[in-house]
């Protein structure tokens, strides 16, 4: 994200008259009952200069007076939340796969599209045959899409490459993107997504080129986090063992694709390496989700995918009474759950996966910050942390439950500055 030039006057904006300013609080995971605890404060004011939130008023606090050397935002007596966070995407992709879908309603599984040359290998080729500026001008429409949902960050995945230069060129998207918007793009490197076919029958050799070859220009190009789906039909406890070391070694920070087809060890093996999330945990056994906690691993659950493809839901609700930490991402992919919609998935939380208003409220605010690495600058309305905000077009923020399914997104603010209103993205 592009930062204020130091040398100009301070940009101070004030939103003032805040029917509701609901947050989470603090700079660190919640888990157990504090996930259900939110500061729901009325008639509030908030002062943000240069990006940052400098303090939080009652109603006329700023402005009362100096009001001509600031930026007001009138909030009409509606809720204020954090900005949502989207911690689990992959958004950089070329190609569609509709056909898929259509497949899928017609009894085929998941797996079996896969073995026929559809599924990761099918939008590998498709992305792979993608110029630089095609992919980046699709992966920006979904951003512009996100945001107009309440989005201010997001986390996307490269792995729809498998080769170096592949890539890498989904790496560039996102760090140029992260530049160019004004929202927080959280690269990560997935080159273990998938075998990729031309190494069908050398799968050891594949992960040794991750290993050896990729990861590091990876590190290099802006990568933060190394992903791996540790999954049956995927790779191996023992082949994203290998692939998360690596990673840490270059400084990159693990996460893991664990335990969505079948419990093979993902949530065992994200503890042991101290992964910053483990994001499906369908399948994953409740030992392993134990040492998750003990380890302070958060449990990032994608409820679009499960429904996409009619497998259970994840357990949000055990986890959360046994004290895990939980986030909510979209997994925005082409294949298994095309979807970014923050109001479907706020749907599914509350009625299919027994979360609480608050509790999904927390999940993706400050949860879903920490997940991304970012818990100490947004996530929450705190002097301090970014002046990242949605206003949200309700009497009352359990409307965003209450009114199923509804994109409530009327305005979102970055860093002090509205990015969207009702009309479109202004970038």
């Given at each position: 994200?592009?930062?204020?030039?130091?040398?100009?006057?301070?940009?101070?904006?004030?939103?003032?008259?805040?029917?509701?300013?609901?947050?989470?609080?603090?700079?660190?995971?919640?888990?157990?009952?504090?996930?259900?605890?939110?500061?729901?404060?009325?008639?509030?004011?908030?002062?943000i200069e240069d990006g940052t939130i400098r303090e939080i008023g009652s109603q006329g606090?700023?402005?009362?007076?100096?009001?001509?050397?600031?930026?007001?935002?009138?909030?009409?007596?509606?809720?204020?939340?954090?900005?949502?966070?989207?911690?689990?995407?992959?958004?950089?992709?070329?190609?569609?796969?509709?056909?898929?879908f259509q497949m899928r309603l017609e009894g085929k599984s998941y797996e079996e599209i896969?073995?026929?040359?559809?599924?990761?290998?099918?939008?590998?080729?498709?992305?792979?045959?993608?110029?630089?500026?095609?992919?980046?001008?699709?992966?920006?429409?979904?951003?512009?899409?996100?945001?107009?949902?309440?989005?201010?960050?997001?986390?996307?995945?490269?792995?729809?490459?498998?080769?170096?230069?592949?890539?890498?060129?989904?790496?560039?998207?996102?760090?140029?993107?992260?530049?160019?918007?004004?929202?927080?793009?959280?690269?990560?490197?997935?080159?273990?997504?998938?075998?990729?076919?031309?190494?069908?029958?050398?799968?050891?050799?594949?992960?040794?080129s991750i290993v050896e070859d990729i990861a590091p220009l990876a590190a290099e190009r802006?990568?933060?986090?190394?992903?791996?789906?540790?999954?049956?039909?995927?790779?191996?406890?023992?082949?994203?063992?290998?692939?998360?070391?690596?990673?840490?070694?270059?400084?990159?920070?693990?996460?893991?694709?664990?335990?969505?087809?079948?419990?093979?060890?993902?949530?065992?093996?994200?503890?042991?390496?101290?992964?910053?999330?483990?994001?499906?945990?369908?399948?994953?056994?409740?030992?392993?989700?134990?040492?998750?906690?003990?380890?302070?691993?958060?449990?990032?659950?994608?409820?679009?995918?499960?429904?996409?493809?009619?497998?259970?839901?994840?357990?949000?609700?055990?986890?959360?009474?046994?004290?895990?930490?939980?986030?909510?991402?979209?997994?925005?992919?082409?294949?298994?759950?095309?979807?970014?919609?923050?109001?479907?998935?706020?749907?599914?939380?509350?009625?299919?996966?027994?979360?609480?208003?608050?509790?999904?409220?927390?999940?993706?605010?400050?949860?879903?910050?920490?997940?991304?690495?970012?818990?100490?600058?947004?996530?929450?309305?705190?002097?301090?942390?970014?002046?990242?905000?949605?206003?949200?077009?309700?009497?009352?923020?359990?409307?965003?439950?209450?009114?199923?399914?509804?994109?409530?997104?009327?305005?979102?603010?970055?860093?002090?500055?509205?990015?969207?209103?009702?009309?479109?993205?202004?970038?």
């Open positions: 994200m592009n930062e204020t030039d130091s040398t100009n006057e301070k940009n101070r904006t004030i939103v003032k008259n805040i029917g509701q300013l609901v947050t989470p609080e603090g700079s660190e995971a919640q888990f157990g009952s504090e996930m259900n605890r939110l500061s729901v404060s009325r008639q509030r004011e908030i002062l606090d700023f402005t009362g007076s100096n009001t001509d050397e600031a930026s007001v935002v009138d909030a009409e007596g509606e809720p204020v939340l954090p900005g949502f966070i989207d911690p689990h995407t992959h958004f950089v992709f070329s190609g569609y796969r509709a056909e898929e896969a073995e026929e040359g559809g599924g990761i290998a099918r939008s590998v080729r498709s992305t792979r045959k993608a110029g630089f500026a095609e992919l980046k001008r699709e992966a920006k429409g979904r951003l512009r899409s996100m945001v107009g949902l309440g989005v201010t960050a997001v986390e996307g995945k490269t792995g729809y490459g498998l080769d170096k230069d592949t890539e890498l060129k989904q790496l560039r998207v996102m760090t140029e993107l992260n530049e160019e918007t004004p929202l927080d793009v959280r690269p990560t490197f997935l080159g273990a997504h998938s075998v990729p076919e031309e190494y069908a029958d050398r799968r050891e050799e594949y992960v040794d802006g990568a933060e986090f190394c992903d791996v789906f540790c999954d049956r039909g995927a790779f191996t406890v023992e082949e994203s063992r290998k692939v998360l070391k690596r990673g840490k070694e270059l400084g990159l920070v693990p996460k893991i694709h664990a335990d969505e087809i079948a419990g093979i060890g993902g949530a065992e093996l994200a503890a042991e390496v101290g992964a910053i999330s483990a994001d499906h945990l369908l399948k994953a056994s409740e030992d392993g989700l134990r040492r998750m906690k003990e380890n302070g691993v958060i449990a990032v659950l994608l409820p679009l995918t499960a429904f996409s493809l009619q497998e259970k839901y994840a357990r949000g609700r055990w986890m959360i009474d046994h004290g895990l930490p939980v986030s909510l991402a979209t997994d925005l992919n082409p294949g298994s759950c095309y979807s970014e919609s923050i109001p479907l998935l706020f749907s599914l939380a509350t009625l299919y996966m027994d979360l609480t208003i608050e509790e999904t409220i927390t999940a993706l605010t400050l949860n879903a910050a920490a997940a991304v690495d970012m818990a100490d600058r947004t996530g929450t309305i705190e002097p301090g942390k970014q002046g990242d905000l949605v206003v949200i077009d309700a009497p009352d923020y359990r409307h965003l439950a209450y009114h199923i399914g509804a994109n409530l997104a009327k305005r979102v603010i970055k860093s002090g500055e509205t990015i969207w209103q009702k009309g479109g993205p202004n970038f």
